[in-house]
């Protein structure tokens, strides 16, 4: 069956421009989960969605950081006034139930490039 | 906020050799993931356990609770099995909303032939 998907794959922006990255998650998955990963760095927590509690933004870096999600469907981070800090691949996953009960799926990422 | 330790961070073996991966975390938690990212960047979960163990083949995966620590085996390694080894740990549900998980830094694990 279809797996996490991303889009774009690569986007190159310039400082300053909006942009906007996609992820569908597993049909019926009800938890999605944004993370960062910096060149030669580890994986870091952005933002995760579970059903409808109140999403969890304790990782988003700043408020030009903010996601949104539709129901248990496509979710969508959006980074305002991009910088150059910002260039890294941003990956989703979702999980049929939470962290706690279920496994994640990974997307391939979008590889963010601000120049 | 949770602190996790995973240990080595760099491993070169020997095809064929037996592998352990560690991962130590600070407070309690509801389950730990080890995850396997490969050179191309993609994710793949291996392993979800919140007690005991787990096995999938060649791999095994163990949690103490008590020690706050958890490892990850791989039996009769092969070049195949290079890749980044991420333990990732999700905090005591609090009640109030979902907590993220807390990533190590990943063990880079090089299997030579």
């Known amino acids: 069956g279809a797996g996490v998907s991303q889009s774009p794959s690569n986007k190159v922006t310039e400082k300053g421009k909006d942009v906007e990255l996609r992820c569908d998650p597993i049909s019926g998955h009800t938890a999605l989960y944004w993370y960062r990963q910096r060149l030669g760095q580890g994986l870091e927590f952005l933002i995760y969605?579970?059903?409808?509690?109140?999403?969890?933004k304790s990782g988003l870096p700043s408020d030009r950081f903010s996601a949104e999600r539709t129901g248990e469907s496509v979710s969508t981070l959006t980074i305002q006034r991009t910088q150059q800090e910002d260039s890294a691949v941003y990956l989703c996953?979702?999980?049929?139930?939470?962290?706690?009960?279920?496994?994640?799926?990974f997307g391939n990422g979008t590889r963010l490039t601000v120049t | 906020k949770n602190e996790v330790e995973q240990s080595p961070q760099n491993l070169t073996a020997q095809e064929g050799e037996f592998i352990t991966i560690n991962c130590s975390y600070s407070?309690?938690?509801?389950?730990l993931h080890w995850l396997q990212q490969h050179p191309g960047g993609g994710i793949v979960s291996l392993f979800m356990l919140s007690s005991g163990k787990k096995k999938h083949g060649r791999l095994i995966a163990t949690i103490n609770i008590q020690e706050k620590h958890s490892s990850l085996h791989i039996t009769a390694s092969h070049p195949r099995d290079s890749a980044v080894y991420i333990c990732a740990v999700s905090a005591l549900y609090s009640g109030g909303g979902a907590d993220g998980l807390t990533f190590g830094k990943g063990t880079h694990l090089i299997i030579q032939p």
């Open positions: 407070v309690g938690i509801s389950a």
């Open positions: 996953a979702s999980s049929l139930l939470g962290q706690n009960n279920s496994p994640l799926h």
């Open positions: 969605f579970q059903g409808n509690s109140a999403p969890d």
